[in-house]
């Protein structure tokens, strides 16, 4: 059974546009040849009717003899007693039986339809039975009315009908295959296209329809993918190479002072050599940290979430540090709580913070305080410094991975670049935002993050 249900989208629209418009042709065709019977039946009945009531008016006064031929549209008049004794009848049935009416006999007009019957013929006949009281008792007249006109229209109108439905349904099906296949021959043209594209064909992009129905947006909306997925991965390609280029340096460093190591046979050069070794080490191991977290962030892997108070992280963050070169002057709001991870957070303010030592001269300030009402409140975290400074057309390039402006090119002085893609994307997995903003001195980095309304703060 599966096997006859046609598999396209094409022959499936065609197959149910011909069912439906064949059960509406089919309920149109009864319907129309119900109302059309029934229309000029009532036609037939109305001379008949007319007819029967005045010979039934001549009946009870009885003046039967003043019976007069039969009206234009009635076949056959016949008047007979409560005995069946025929008392009046038209030419065409002298001689006949007499007809037998319906039982039981009250006064009252009934309406019925003989098929081809008691008075021969190839049509059916439609009777008016008309009974009335007489001087001479009960009397019954039958009128009767050839429905040859009905027949012959609804033979007419079947066979009209029987041609005509076909053709209709013929036409349904040729219509609703080409324009279906009209329609669905773009989703095909995507299709192949997409078929074609592979990870080093990331450049192409599907034909886009002139029209503006929804395959055109679908192409739309295909091209737009293929342009993140294009993105993806030059930022990707970009981030390998980037990656390689930062471990290759301290590696090269690392293998040069360990040659010297084995060359000089100096011991006193040796504690020297090894403490450098070991600063490139120290490099290398935080960067192939950060590589990890920043894979980790990429992945989208899920981060533990509680609910904690974000001035007690960013406390504890601060007073961690050890060795800075410029002191931290903090401001911090109490009972500022917020959804997320008690490490992540903390790693973000480690990351603004060591980015404002970097270049600060004299002054690093970082102040917590919410804004908005009491039912949108957000947690504002900023770090300034007094230091250079961001340039406005750098403000969205310092969170670019491996990014280094003019005042941090310096490997050893400004890091590897990814302090601040790192915060930033830790940020937005907390549902938040971290911007480089305008400052009237040095450079000044803002965290906005969405603050939780519970009342008791945890920690992860």
């Known amino acids: 059974m599966r096997r006859l249900w046609p598999m396209t989208v094409r022959a499936r629209a065609t197959v149910g546009a011909v069912v439906v418009v064949a059960a509406a042709l089919a309920l149109a065709s009864f319907a129309l040849l119900g109302l059309l019977e029934a229309n000029l039946l009532r036609n037939a009945e109305r001379d008949a009717a007319r007819q029967a009531e005045t010979v039934a008016r001549l009946a009870a006064s009885g003046d039967l003899e003043k019976m007069r031929p039969t009206l234009h549209g009635v076949d056959f008049v016949q008047v007979v007693n409560a005995r069946g004794r025929v008392l009046r009848a038209s030419p065409n049935l002298a001689g006949e039986l007499s007809l037998v009416p319906v039982k039981p006999l009250r006064p009252g007009t009934v309406f019925h339809t003989w098929k081809p019957g008691p008075l021969g013929g190839e049509h059916r006949q439609r009777v008016v039975q008309v009974t009335t009281e007489t001087p001479q008792g009960m009397v019954t007249v039958f009128v009767g009315t050839s429905l040859r006109d009905v027949d012959a229209a609804d033979d007419t109108t079947a066979a009209a009908l029987a041609v005509g439905g076909p053709l209709l349904l013929a036409t349904v099906a040729f219509v609703t295959w080409r324009v ?7 989703v095909e043209a995507i299709r192949a ?5 592979s990870d080093r064909d990331l450049h192409r992009r599907v034909p886009v329809p002139p029209t503006r129905d929804e ?5 739309q909306t295909m091209n737009t993918t293929l342009d993140r997925l294009e993105s993806a991965g030059n930022r990707q390609r970009q981030f390998i190479a980037d990656a390689s280029h930062e471990l290759r340096s301290p590696i090269t460093v690392l293998r040069t002072q360990l040659e010297v190591a084995l060359a000089v046979r100096d011991p006193e050069l040796w504690p020297e050599l090894i403490s450098g070794a070991l600063q490139d080490i120290e490099r290398l191991q935080q960067l192939s940290s950060d590589l990890l977290l920043l894979a980790r962030i990429d992945a989208a892997q899920p981060m533990a979430s509680v609910r904690l108070d974000l001035g007690s992280v960013v406390r504890d ?5 050890l060795g800075d070169r410029v002191p931290v002057r903090t401001e911090l709001e109490d009972g500022v709580l917020v959804e997320g991870s008690a490490l992540w957070l903390a790693r973000v303010v480690t990351n603004l913070l060591d980015n404002a ?8 300030d970082l102040v917590l305080r919410t804004t908005g009402g009491p039912s949108a409140r957000t947690a504002v975290l900023e770090v300034a410094d007094d230091g250079p400074g961001i340039p406005p057309g750098d403000r969205e390039r310092v969170f670019e991975r491996f990014t280094r402006l003019d005042d941090a090119r310096s490997r050893d002085h400004g890091g590897a670049g990814l302090g601040l893609a790192i915060a930033r994307d830790l940020t937005a997995h907390h549902g938040g935002t971290l911007t480089a903003e305008d400052s009237p001195r040095g450079a000044r980095l803002v965290v906005r993050l969405p603050v939780s309304e519970a009342t008791q703060p945890s920690r992860a």
């Open 180 to 186: 279906t296949g009209r329609a669905l021959g773009p």
């Open 193 to 197: 296209e997409v078929a074609e594209i």
């Open 215 to 219: 395959v055109a947006r679908l192409a």
């Open 317 to 321: 963050a601060v007073e961690a540090r």
């Open 357 to 364: 030592q970097r270049f600060a001269g004299r002054r690093v």
